[in-house]
């Protein structure tokens, strides 16, 4: 299929070959229905956010959960597979949906609440993550995150490049046009 990955130069690419990967088609359609009808039901009843705490995410709502259903759970057992051997996820897993002006601003995950690896299903709408080198802003990777895929941070990525989720206006991918809708994400981390 297309790619789902694109670099600012090869050398990049290959510097995170392995610690940034796109896994397009991860959850069947019927997959992501049952895990949305899970999730609406709590995300429903609270109003977007457009504040963050630490001023990371912009339009959002946001929960734990650590209970699912039988589905979900065999899903979130397959995303277990990408964790390296011994540090296996979080039990609770992290919930965010951004309503369709929302965003998620450069940001590299917090080592006092995450772990080596960082996990998320993709859910509803499609939507750009691109990775920008800390010491080098002139870096970058970009990864297309279409309904039902998988993407993971490990090493690398997790710790040396920043990460977001472009808005909508900005929402492009190579020449072509992402529009954004509303996302669902499904974080999974492993402990710090």
């Not at 392995?18 to 959850?27: E, K, Q």
């Not at 709502?61 to 650590?66: K, P």
């Not at 993971?152 to 046009?177: K, N, P």
Request: net charge positive; hydrophobic share 40%; with cysteine.
């Amino acid at each position: 299929g297309a790619p789902l990955l694109r670099a600012s130069a090869p050398a990049v690419e290959r510097r995170l070959r392995g610690s940034a990967l796109v896994r397009g088609g991860f959850v069947s359609p019927a997959e992501a229905a049952e895990l949305l009808r899970e999730l609406e039901p709590g995300l429903g009843r609270r109003p977007y956010q457009f504040d963050h705490w630490d001023g990371a995410i912009c339009g959002y709502r946001e929960t734990e959960r650590g209970r699912w259903g039988a589905v979900a759970g065999a899903v979130l057992s397959r995303v277990a597979a990408a964790f390296p051997p011994g540090r296996p996820p979080l039990g609770l897993v992290h919930v965010l949906d951004l309503h369709p002006r929302g965003f998620v601003r450069p940001h590299v995950d917090s080592v006092k609440f995450c772990g080596c690896t960082i996990a998320g299903l993709s859910l509803l709408s499609a939507a750009v993550m691109r990775l920008v080198s800390c010491r080098a802003p002139g870096e970058w990777l970009e990864l297309l995150l279409e309904p039902g895929s998988l993407y993971v941070l490990r090493d690398a990525a997790r710790y040396d490049f920043t990460h977001e989720i472009l808005r909508d206006e900005e929402s492009f991918f190579g020449g072509r046009r992402v529009p954004r809708g509303r996302r669902v994400s499904i974080i999974c981390r492993n402990a710090p």
